[in-house]
């Protein structure tokens, strides 16, 4: 009789199964363990910048490249126009206040000084020729009352002694009425002849006035000629050094145009180019210094010029004190701008990591040194030292702060060679 086998419950087959089961499970339970921890990065500290953070001096300042110009600088430009017959000097010398450069002529200026100076004359001599005809006229109608006069006193004369004699009874009243008469037309005629003098002589004072006044402008009208015509040599306005002259004998120069520069050498200045971004914290009176042949020097904002160009705008400094003597003209300076006061601070060294996190976080160490670990952190202002800490590090801790750029969103960093 057939009798039934009963087969195992526990074969090889499903033990394999099960056990790759449970290994499957262990894996995923292992990556899950690890996976939930934070994301680490072994990196070499060698090829890493650790910088401390300490307290200590903070000032903020930032550098800026300055060109030395003179401290006064007048352009100069052709008051009129003409062609250049001659140079006195050439460009680079130095030059005293009214000391000729070159001179130009002008045919026109000079033809037009001459036919002024011709109309001045000519004005001149009939301003003379009426005044001796005035003055002729005056003397004859002085004569004329000098002539009513004496008429007038020997008809007054004859009056009176007619006058008496017909009272007497001497005399026919006829020869009476005869001698009034005669007396009071040479009373009328002296009237007469003081009233015309009068007239004539305030006419002649008049006309003289109008002939003064025009004979004035005529010569004020010479007088800006001949300064027109003088300015034709082209002298230097100011003691300095003659630069950019660009003229040549022969050359055809028109009215303004520009011959060059004049620079004082009483001093200098230097003219510095700035970012925008401080633009409204640059104000006159910020102090810095530059450094020339191993000295310092400090330099002071007197003047800033509002106007943004390229994303930079411009501010001139002057030297604090006597400039430097090794100094010159289109030298270029490196200007350490100081923007507030010096005051104390928690510090940490300006490094590559800023542009990968803003200041917003680091990789800080821990005590032992040997891993890193991101911390939210608030820096505030700068210099090209340091960051001022405002919130998240404390004096002693220690910061990664070369550049993050192999790190990714790394949690943390184990630090090994």
Known sequence: MDRAITPPKWTSRKLLLLGGALLVLLLAGAAYYYGAGPSQLT??????????????????????????????????????????????????????????????????????????????????????????????????????????????????RVYLLNKNLYEQKVIAQQEFKQAEQAYRYQQRRLGLSRHILGQ????????????????????????????????????????????????????????????????????????????????????PGLEGECTVAGQRYPLRIRKVYTQVTGGRFQVDMSFVGAAP?????????????????ETQAVLLAKGGFYQQTGGNWVYKLTADGKTAYRAEVRLGRQNPDYYEVLGGLRPGEQVITSGYDNFGTMQELVLKR
């Not at 003289?208 to 003088?230: E, F």
């Not at 010159?328 to 507030?340: D, H, I, K, P, S």
């Open 43 to 156: 990196v070499d500290p060698a090829r890493l910048s650790i910088s401390v953070v300490r307290r200590g001096s903070f000032q903020e300042f930032i550098p800026v490249s300055g060109v030395v110009l003179p401290e006064t600088s007048i352009f100069l430009d052709a008051q009129e126009g003409g062609r250049v017959e001659e140079k006195f000097v050439e460009d680079g010398a130095l030059m005293k206040k009214g000391q000729p450069v070159l001179r130009l002529s002008n045919a026109d200026l000079e033809l037009s000084l001459v036919n002024q100076e011709t109309a001045v004359l000519n004005l001149l001599t009939q301003m003379q020729i009426s005044r001796n005809a005035a003055q002729q006229n005056t003397n004859a109608r002085l004569n004329q009352l000098a002539d009513a006069d004496n008429a007038y006193h020997e008809a007054e």
């Open 325 to 341: 003597k090794a100094v010159r003209r289109g030298q270029t300076l490196q200007v350490r701008l100081t923007l507030g006061d």
């Open 200 to 283: 004539d002589s305030s006419a002649t004072r008049q006309e003289q006035s109008q002939a003064a006044r025009s004979y004035t402008r005529m010569q004020n009208a010479l007088d800006l000629m001949r300064r027109k015509v003088g300015d034709l040599v082209v002298r230097a306005p100011i003691d300095g050094q003659l630069t950019s002259l660009d003229a040549e004998i022969g050359q055809s120069i028109n009215k303004g145009q520009r011959l060059g520069q004049l620079d004082a050498v009483s001093g200098y200045k230097v003219r510095a180019d700035i970012d925008e971004h401080y633009i409204s914290r640059i104000v």
